[in-house]
């Protein structure tokens, strides 16, 4: 049975390696009956989700220059393309990943990354590509920040896995290749005119740092054949125009241009050598691809670069940096075509090792590994730092805390969160426009009672106490959101109840919760769980909420928050709104039994808010928050006028 595979990618359709792997493992996955889709950045197309680009000011134009976009992190999208998957595959350490694992953690989803950015890739654009501080310092960020939540990581090159291990990585180092298209093949190609009786000398990929293209264009001038050398350069980057200027006095000046797949298959059968300068590679799946259909490389020895490991002859490795051992290489090649046909036979036959297929067959393998690890030992925990730890509470002594309450505690609880509230109340209504509607339903309830609401807003806690004000209210929360530093302690002594790990403790949570509504307390769920920033629509129902409410015989008491969008001169002045709305307590139906008073209550809440939900409102009406935005509009346009009117 094939698995539903979600793959986590910045950026897909444009020509950078990271985004080809992902292209070919898709389609292959896809031949072997799996399910594949693709969250990234650009226009929806298939089994693509699109996602907003994210524009970085300053750097934007270097960023493309390198081809390659970041993509806007979005939780709507995540959520969608995660609620069916399988597995989830990240292939970045980006803040697009970094979110997607965060959600995908949240929905409880076994989840895998890949390393294909090499700190050098990021150095040599800022011109500190040789600096071993500066790289070492972008291998601990990247494993602080998002490595260190995985159990196992799919490397493309034993050399990366080296690197990653003697970083201080501790996930298992999977080395699987990135494979090569069955499309690069040997095959009989006709020169064009402009190529008939020169030696082609043809490098991919782009035109940066790191890949060292200025080494081959020096290493033309040293080669006793300079005048008959052709450099094709397939690829785009931010050193063309100085890589131009530099093989101005070449004889045959180089082509610089992009170009298809279906270009560069002819242009890998045409030339007569391979060249690969890089000084940091993670794979090289262009030098693959040129094997592929029997081109010999001349790869450089740089012990960053793991594409040396294809070199199977001694003059297919030059000393890394060095032109003349280049140019050496390169002149033996020319001058000894036998051995050259001899080895690209060889070639052929050795890239038939590593094509996709067999590639694809082992990432299956480590797929099933990563299902199978997490059913037996959840996720990997995050080690914390020392200062973290005592930066947010305890998350254990928080619950403990709220079981063994005194009428003191009590009392300053609720004076604490009342002056809190006064202070919430000028935020949620200037800056999101809220409006509450239905506070009278709330009287019908005397006792204890759960609320349940759907989640679509970071701050969203604040207007359900904004709702139910005065009375003091406890909210079920995640634990990470206690573990934030510094904001966990606010978060602690507004209310915030976190639900613990494992079963043994869940138990023991949910005694404390029933015997405190007994007792009178107003406890929040979130049914939904994850929050989903403005999310349009109810999502489905966890039974939390509804077990508590049928096992203390209390009611449910249902809100929903509504983003509205007022239009004509009310958006400009208005923006965005929220409006809160409060439905009738629901009871459990006593006449059934707990099980079926859990799914009826369940169902029948959700039934209701859904048609909350989706009740007209008066878009139009003016609020506290838009009549303050219209002052402010009032005063500064009041304010320009007179200032014109003084200069004038």
């Known amino acids: 049975m094939g698995m539903r595979i979600v793959f986590v990618i910045d950026s897909f359709n444009l020509n950078n390696g990271t985004a080809a792997t992902a292209r070919r493992y898709a389609e292959e996955l896809r031949k072997r009956g799996h399910e594949v889709t693709i969250l990234a950045a650009g226009s929806a197309d298939g089994n693509k989700t699109g996602i907003r680009k994210l524009r970085i000011p300053f750097f934007q134009p270097l960023i493309e220059k390198q081809g390659f976009c970041f993509a806007r992190p979005n939780d709507e999208a995540y959520y969608r393309a995660f609620r069916n998957a399988d597995i989830i595959h990240f292939f970045l350490p980006t803040w697009f990943c970094r979110r997607g694992e965060f959600i995908a953690r949240q929905m409880r989803i076994p989840t895998v990354s890949a390393f294909h950015l090499q700190p050098e890739n990021v150095t040599y654009s800022i011109g500190l590509g040789k600096s071993k501080r500066a790289n070492d310092v972008i291998y601990r960020y990247f494993y602080k920040c998002f490595y260190n939540r995985f159990r196992f990581i799919h490397c493309p090159s034993e050399m990366i896995a080296e690197q990653l291990m003697q970083h201080g990585y501790d996930a298992e180092c999977r080395v699987i290749s990135n494979g090569v298209n069955d499309l690069f093949r040997p095959a009989e190609v006709r020169r064009p005119e402009y190529l008939k009786g020169k030696i082609v000398l043809l490098m991919v990929g782009r035109l940066s740092g790191e890949k060292r293209q200025d080494l081959l264009i020096e290493a033309v001038q040293y080669s006793k054949y300079r005048d008959k050398i052709q450099l094709v350069f397939a690829g785009m980057g931010p050193k063309e125009k100085k890589y131009r200027k530099l093989s101005r006095n070449l004889k045959n000046k180089p082509i610089f241009r992009f170009f298809t797949q279906e270009e560069l298959l002819q242009m890998y059968n045409i030339c007569d050598l391979y060249i690969h300068t890089s000084d940091a590679e993670i794979e090289g799946i262009s030098c693959i691809e040129a094997m592929a259909c029997g081109a010999v490389p001349v790869i450089s020895d740089s012990h960053l670069s793991a594409t040396k490991s294809f070199a199977l002859h001694p003059n297919c490795l030059f000393k890394a940096g060095d032109a003349r051992s280049l140019a050496e290489k390169i002149d033996y090649w020319i001058e000894h075509p036998e051995e050259r046909s001899k080895m690209s036979r060889i070639y052929a036959e050795k890239a038939e090792t590593i094509r996709v297929s067999k590639c694809v067959a082992e990432m299956e393998r480590l797929y099933k590994d990563v299902i199978s690890d997490y059913h037996k030992n959840g996720y990997k925990q995050p080690e914390k730092s020392r200062l973290r730890k005592l930066l947010h509470p305890d998350t254990d002594a928080v619950n403990v805390a709220y079981s063994k309450r005194t009428p003191a505690r009590q009392a300053l609880f609720y004076v604490f969160t009342n002056l809190i509230a006064i202070i919430i109340y000028f935020i949620d209504t200037v800056f999101f426009g809220l409006v509450i509607e239905g506070k009278d339903k709330l009287k019908k309830v005397r006792g204890g009672a759960v609320t349940v609401m759907n989640h679509i807003h970071p701050m969203d806690c604040t207007m359900v106490k904004l709702a139910v004000f005065p009375r003091p209210i406890y909210f079920t929360s995640l634990v990470n959101n206690l573990e934030l530093p510094l904001v966990g302690w606010l978060i602690r002594f507004c209310g915030a109840l976190p639900v613990p790990n494992g079963k043994g403790k869940l138990v023991g949570f949910m005694k404390h919760i029933k015997h405190g509504i007994q007792n009178g ?128």
Not at 573 to 584: C, K, P, S, T, V
Not at 616 to 623: C, F, G, N
């Open 521 to 648: 307390d107003l406890v929040h769920f979130y049914p939904e769980g994850m929050l989903i920033r403005n999310y349009e629509g109810l999502r489905e129902f966890q039974p939390g909420a509804f077990y508590t409410a049928v096992h203390t015989g209390c009611p449910v008491i249902p809100m929903v928050l509504v983003n509205i969008h007022p239009q004509g001169i009310w958006r400009i002045a208005g923006g965005r709104r929220m409006h809160l709305f409060i439905g009738e307590p629901q009871y459990p139906n006593s006449e059934l039994s707990p099980k079926e008073s859990v799914t009826e209550l369940k169902n029948r809440t959700w039934q209701i808010m859904n048609e909350m939900m989706n009740e007209p409102v008066e878009a139009e009406r003016i609020s506290f928050s838009v009549a303050v935005r219209i002052a402010c509009i009032l005063y500064i346009a009041s304010q320009v006028v007179r200032i014109i009117a003084i200069r004038l």
